[in-house]
């Protein structure tokens, strides 16, 4: 099929929804069709296509068109014709503006919701998308979402975030990982993403603190957020702690893979790139990613991360809990038969969170006029 893909996300970008975009676009390429993705905004100027797909760890390019204009406004607008314009078979959107406008045309949608509808008109673009008559699935991340938005089953696919199970396979251990990534070579504690409000950086420095033999490491994160943080890690006189600054996402599986223990030290409430807050209804991309590397998981106890994790994947904390998070990450030091367990458990059940995986059950019994 020809699918047109109609993402608000900037593209280059380092946020995790710029990201995500990338990653359900390839799933199309490999599972045989041929997306076109429309993004607002104009290419760089010294636009480099290999450094493209490296910065987002796409190994199956697809086409991609910038729609420039004045007013951001206007893309979906924009997007829904150049959709008309090209012939689309199947109209896959993250904006609910663009999912009416295909509808209204004619067209079949598969819409994305990672969050509540927001601003003045968000829940009235979507009341009207659920009313419109035609061909449409709603794709929510996460159960919670599904049942906070009440979405109609009979065209609802929860549709969590996925990985790049492909750039999983064949990974170093630590210690030869941590080599090739020129980290120190300790039991390494790790945590991917960026440093917004509620991921847990302070959460993070703490426990540095209290494990000076172990080294912690975070990989991601805009230069300011990393300055600060890196400055906070001087004043509390802490020689453990690594910030690597932003990692293109290509390169990201070597860095899960140096570590013993990974993180995911979220606050009860998540900032996002837009600074709402996910904690609700999140599927963080590295949850997956985590599983994928069969290394330990330690999370904060949210329930939207029970969906898919549970006691024998990962151990939780309640968030922000200091104690609990040390008496955790102290079991899992000294004993690597349960880390070895925990991840080998994780990497079991990541396969059905493919991204490839999430692209064939969103299209499935769709896109043939079921």
């Known amino acids: 099929?020809?699918?047109?893909?109609?993402?608000?996300s900037q593209v280059p970008s380092d946020t995790a929804n710029s990201i995500q975009v990338m990653k359900v676009c390839q799933a199309f390429t490999q599972l045989g069709h041929e997306p076109l993705l429309l993004v607002p905004g104009s290419p760089p100027n010294d636009?480099?296509?290999?450094?493209l797909w490296h910065h987002y760890g796409i190994r199956h390019p697809f086409a991609i068109e910038w729609l420039e204009g004045r007013s951001r406004r206007l893309f979906p607008w924009k997007a829904a014709r150049q959709?008309?314009?090209?012939?689309?078979?199947?109209?896959?959107c993250w904006t609910l503006q663009a999912a009416v406008l295909a509808m209204l045309a004619g067209k079949p949608?598969?819409?994305?919701?990672?969050?509540l509808p927001g601003g003045r008109f968000g829940p009235r673009w979507l009341k009207w998308l659920l009313r419109l008559p035609g061909r449409k699935r709603l794709l929510p991340i996460s159960t919670a979402l599904s049942h906070a938005l009440r979405l109609p089953e009979e065209v609802t696919v929860i549709a969590p975030d996925g990985v790049d199970l492909e750039r999983y396979s064949d990974l170093p251990d630590p210690v030869t990982a941590r080599r090739q990534a020129r980290l120190p070579d300790a039991c390494t504690v790790l945590c991917t993403g960026h440093l917004y409000a509620g991921r847990g950086a302070a959460l993070f420095l703490?426990?540095?603190?209290?494990f000076p033999a172990s080294s912690f490491v975070w990989v991601g994160g805009r230069p300011a957020d990393v300055q600060t943080w890196?400055?906070?890690?001087?004043?509390?006189g802490l020689t453990n702690v690594t910030f690597t600054g932003f990692v293109p996402n290509e390169d990201i599986p070597l860095y899960q893979a140096a570590a013993d223990i990974l993180l995911m030290p979220y606050g009860s409430a998540i900032s996002t790139s837009s600074g709402g807050n996910t904690a609700r209804f999140c599927s963080p991309m590295k949850m997956f990613e985590y599983m994928a590397s069969g290394r330990a998981i330690v999370t904060s106890d949210l329930p939207v991360l029970r969906e898919v994790l549970d006691e024998s994947m990962a151990v939780f904390c309640p968030p922000e809990d200091a104690g609990a998070w040390g008496t955790a990450?102290?079991?899992l030091i000294v004993d690597p038969a349960l880390r070895g367990q925990l991840g080998q458990r994780a990497r079991q059940a990541v396969g059905r969170y493919a991204w490839i995986e999430r692209a064939r059950r969103s299209l499935e019994a769709f896109h043939e006029g079921a």
Do not use: G, K
Request: aromatic share 2%.
């Open 1 to 8: 099929m020809r699918i047109v893909c109609i993402a608000s």
């Open 47 to 51: 636009l480099d296509e290999a450094a």
């Open 83 to 92: 959709a008309l314009r090209v012939d689309a078979d199947l109209v896959y």
């Open 109 to 115: 949608v598969l819409v994305e919701l990672h969050d």
């Open 206 to 210: 703490s426990l540095a603190a209290r």
């Open 230 to 236: 890196i400055d906070v890690a001087a004043e509390r």
């Open 329 to 331: 990450l102290n079991r």
